[in-house]
């Protein structure tokens, strides 16, 4: 079980646990400019915990704009520089769509369910 809390809103639930050495995080309900610093303060969290490491399952996400989806890439990108990796659970329909439409789905790895992002994650072995 995680130490970190969960935090919501009225428009979103953001909740992490771990598996194994990764963060598992979940981010339900809106992601957009009115819960942006929620999800900011959130993932900085997750990172503290849980370091460069981590999945994010965004498959209970019913809204998602461009500033959540340039979030997600900043977030994406501190993993990489910091010797880790991030990877996103989505589908190609609803909310998570723009990941596609935008050319995000190119770039960070996406996984359709948070199971089958655990088993590609590099061991942190490596380290």
């Known amino acids: 079980m995680s ?4 935090l919501s809103t009225a428009e979103a639930t953001f909740a992490a646990e771990s598996s194994g050495s990764i963060g598992v995080l979940t981010v ?18 997750a990172f503290a915990q849980f370091g460069p490491y981590l999945v994010v399952n965004l498959l209970e996400l019913d809204f998602l704009d461009s500033r959540a989806t340039g979030l997600l890439v900043t977030r994406w990108k501190r993993a990489l520089e910091e010797g880790g990796w991030l990877g996103l659970v989505a589908v190609e329909r ?5 990941l596609w439409i935008t050319g995000l789905a190119s770039h960070v790895p ?5 199971a089958d992002a655990l088993a590609a994650a590099p061991s942190r072995d490596a380290e």
Not at 3 to 6: K, M, S, W
Not at 110 to 114: C, N, S
Request: proline share 6%.
């Open 94 to 98: 609803g909310a998570a769509r723009a």
């Open 110 to 114: 996406i996984f359709p369910t948070v």
């Open 3 to 6: 130490d970190l809390p969960h």
């Open 28 to 45: 339900r309900g809106t992601l957009d400019f009115t819960t942006h610093e929620q999800a900011t303060e959130f993932f900085d969290k």
